[in-house]
T-cell receptor, first 115, second 111 residues
């Protein structure tokens, strides 16, 4: 199957700082990328959908000014958590779809801890 | 997208078949049934999907009832590495269509 990578795999930052998470599709062109968040013992919750070259569409309750998403190329999307707070600590997962298949391929996730 | 109902947890003996049920009684005619699994602290992994016919690949088999209101994912010979949360999702096949994850079934494969 297609490969999606995320970087970093885990990050610890201080409250008030910003953190950027990268999501890359390694062997296919991802026309659409999705960002999910998962709190401990809970299911994945969609945060936003982004299409290459367009502004992201955010789910209700997700602050677009806090979670900045950029999808500038067909192989890279970034999520920047601005002014992070401890309650933003979570497992952030991206997925990508594109080409002839409608399947979504997930990255390995990024564990963010805000102290 | 239609809602799905899955048991919260199941156990299976190593080497035996694991049969994971999913109810999707409000599924629409153009919605596919997808199965993903998530091993602890990893991203979800695609397993299989289907519309009406039963499907099989190297990982699993998907059995969809004739009325499409339920399905069963079958892992023919479960191993310890199959311990994970299994998600059944129904959605219209569209490149921009997100996946809506429910609670899933926590499958524990025991020696």
């Amino acid at each position: 199957g297609a490969v999606v990578s995320q970087h970093p795999s885990r990050v610890i930052c201080k409250s008030g700082t910003s953190v950027k998470i990268e999501c890359r599709s390694l062997d296919f062109q991802a026309t659409t990328m999705f960002w999910y968040r998962q709190f401990p013992k809970q299911s994945l919750m969609l945060m936003a959908t982004s299409n290459e070259g367009s502004k992201a569409t955010y789910e209700q309750g997700v602050e677009k000014d806090k979670f900045l998403i950029n999808h500038a190329s067909l192989t890279l999307s970034t999520l920047t958590v601005t002014s992070a707070h401890p309650e933003d600590s979570s497992f952030y997962i991206c997925s990508a779809s594109g080409g002839l298949s409608y399947e979504q391929y997930f990255g390995p996730g990024t564990r963010l801890t805000v102290t | 997208d239609a809602k799905t109902t899955q048991p919260t947890s199941m156990d299976c003996a190593e080497g035996r078949a694991a049969n994971l049920p999913c109810n999707h009684s409000t599924i629409s005619g153009n919605e596919y049934v997808y199965w993903y699994r998530q091993i602890h602290s990893q991203g979800p992994q695609y397993i299989i999907h289907g519309l009406k016919n039963n499907e099989t690949n190297e990982m699993a088999s998907l059995i969809i009832t004739e009325d499409r209101k339920s399905s069963t994912l079958i892992l023919p010979h479960a191993t310890l590495r199959d311990t994970a949360v299994y998600y059944c999702i129904v959605r219209v096949d569209n490149a921009g269509n997100m996946l809506t994850f429910g609670g899933g079934t926590r499958l524990m494969v025991k020696p």
